[in-house]
């Protein structure tokens, strides 16, 4: 007698949730994968956050992720939260466990390192100065990966220079805090610049910055993702640096997620990316 399989329910909360790319992304892992299951979205009010998490378990769910504007609110709402998303402040990502309590974590950092890793095989955390423009929750994903891959300097930059300087004192030495108008300079000698700043999203304006002093080799990521070719990606291409657009974060920060509700590590595949994209602008 074939040993009976068991129907696994994940999602996504958020407000709005129509948006999300996550339940097209899980289902094509569900399908592709052959797994009994289903990744639903979510949409829950702030108000409605906290019994919304808390019903989980009762509704069957293996987990959630979390998106804006529950990030942080969840974090103190879960029984556990790792070291990860304490550093990071945030959690995205939340696991049922078998007594019925929450486990948080978010899995940004990873996403992030993952996708430069598999968008320039050759980048190297340690190579030489980081650039991170924006100094906000994906800012704060970026310093932490960047730290934890080995990275000796990251040069950071924020329009408003007191939230760098919460950075810098919540991470210590390796973050060195400039002021706005000294992004141009302050690329010379760099190895990576990464824009983790809504500049140069669609309805956005773009990322006002100079690259003559950036080095030619140095790797330049954009975490947006609307479009694929930001107008930074762009003038960097241009020029001849390696470029890795910011899908690929998107996409390595829901494998460990799956993995957790559904027992398998996904791989992103070229069917995988196509699809998405092409919900893209």
Not at 2 to 15: H, L, P, T, Y
Not at 72 to 79: G, H, I, S
Not at 150 to 155: F, H, L, S, T, V
Request: glycine residues 10%; charged residues 20%.
């Amino acid at each position: 007698m074939s040993e009976r399989r068991v129907f696994r329910m994940a999602g996504v909360i958020g407000w709005p949730i129509s948006h999300s790319r996550s339940p097209m992304l899980h289902g094509y892992w569900l399908r592709h994968y052959g797994i009994l299951g289903s990744y639903l979205p979510l949409p829950v009010r702030t108000d409605r956050l906290e019994p919304a998490l808390r019903g989980l378990a009762a509704l069957g769910f293996a987990g959630c992720n979390v998106t804006i504007p529950h990030k942080e609110e969840a974090m103190r709402m879960v029984d556990r939260v790792d070291a990860t998303a304490t550093r990071i402040g945030a959690v995205n990502t939340i696991v049922v466990q078998p007594d019925g309590s929450l486990s948080g974590t978010n899995t940004d950092a990873y996403g992030f390192i993952e996708n430069l890793r598999d968008g320039h095989r050759g980048w190297r955390a340690d190579a030489g100065p980081a650039v991170v423009l924006g100094a906000g929750g994906a800012a704060r994903s970026v310093v932490v990966s960047l730290i934890d891959a080995g990275a000796g300097e990251i040069r950071l930059l924020n329009r408003t220079r007191a939230r760098a300087d919460q950075l810098r004192d919540a991470f210590g030495n390796a973050v060195r805090v400039l002021d706005w108008h000294e992004r141009h300079a302050a690329l010379a000698g760099a190895a990576l610049l990464v824009n983790s700043t809504n500049q140069g999203m669609a309805g956005q304006p773009p990322m006002e910055i100079v690259l003559d002093d950036l080095p030619r080799a140095a790797v330049v990521n954009d975490l947006v993702y609307n479009p694929l070719l930001t107008p930074l990606l762009h003038a960097a291409r241009a020029r001849g640096n390696p470029t890795v657009d910011g899908l690929g974060m998107l996409l390595h920060q829901a494998r460990p997620g799956f993995r957790a509700w559904f027992g398998v590590l996904p791989e992103i595949t070229a069917e995988l990316r196509r699809e998405i994209e092409a919900t893209i602008g």
